[in-house]
T-cell receptor, first 113, second 112 residues
Framework: SQTIHQWPATLVQPVGSPLSLECTVEGTSNPNLYWYRQAAGRGLQLLFYSVGIGQISSEVPQNLSASRPQDRQFILSSKKLLLSDSGFYLC????????????FGPGTRLTVL | DQQVKQNSPSLSVQEGRISILNCDYTNSMFDYFLWYKKYPAEGPTFLISISSIKDKNEDGRFTVFLNKSAKHLSLHIVPSQPGDSAVYFCAASASGTYKYIFGTGTRLKVLA
């Protein structure tokens, strides 16, 4: 069976500090990978998605970036965090090749102070 | 521009009754729709999906209805149980885009 891992579960960072959130998927190959953010009281906003190693599509211009160094690894980064980057970050995967269900990780709660 | 809308931020239903959660979309290219359930501080859990070639899909207590002409879908939960209390998101996607657009969610509270 497939599983998706995200870490850390919670993170408190000062404004201006860097960020690195990691997501890995097990039990499948060549998945589509996604990063979402849920701000307080709001829906899920798609930030980035990737259909293959090194292929990143950005949905929202911002000071975040994503990388996919390995087939089942997806990393969300920032060089300098802003207060507005606070939120609940979710990684998700779906089987490649078409419209299929997405499966989400447990999420990371990021608080920028 | 919110392409997927859930206009009811919250809904309260008595245990055993039917819960109906609604979702509207504006993009006629959307042809695959999903519903998710989310508890606080957890990732969303996939519930049920429907393709645009169908108008109904059932899975146990959950049924999703799609009205393409109205660009509207709904999730019916029968009978509702207290454990169904959560935030429900609908999501839509168009073939070839790999992207899923989520609504803002509806908080369902099932009263015992």
């Amino acid at each position: 069976s497939q599983t998706i891992h995200q870490w850390p579960a919670t993170l408190v960072q000062p404004v201006g500090s860097p960020l690195s959130l990691e997501c890995t998927v097990e039990g499948t190959s060549n998945p589509n990978l996604y990063w979402y953010r849920q701000a307080a009281g709001r829906g899920l906003q798609l930030l980035f998605y990737s259909v293959g190693i090194g292929q990143i599509s950005s949905e929202v211009p911002q000071n975040l970036s994503a990388s996919r160094p390995q087939d089942r690894q997806f990393i969300l980064s920032s060089k300098k965090l802003l207060l507005s980057d606070s939120g609940f970050y979710l990684c998700a995967w779906s089987r490649g090749g078409g419209l299929l269900e997405q499966f989400f990780g447990p999420g990371t709660r990021l608080t920028v102070l | 521009d919110q392409q997927v809308k859930q206009n009811s931020p919250s809904l309260s239903v008595q245990e055993g009754r039917i819960s109906i959660l609604n979702c509207d979309y504006t993009n006629s290219m959307f042809d695959y729709f999903l519903w998710y359930k989310k508890y606080p501080a957890e990732g969303p859990t996939f519930l049920i999906s429907i393709s645009s070639i169908k108008d109904k899909n059932e899975d146990g207590r959950f049924t999703v209805f799609l009205n393409k002409s109205a660009k509207h879908l709904s999730l019916h939960i029968v009978p509702s149980q207290p454990g169904d209390s959560a935030v429900y998101f609908c999501a839509a996607s168009a073939s070839g885009t790999y992207k899923y657009i989520f609504g803002t969610g509806t908080r369902l509270k099932v009263l015992a």
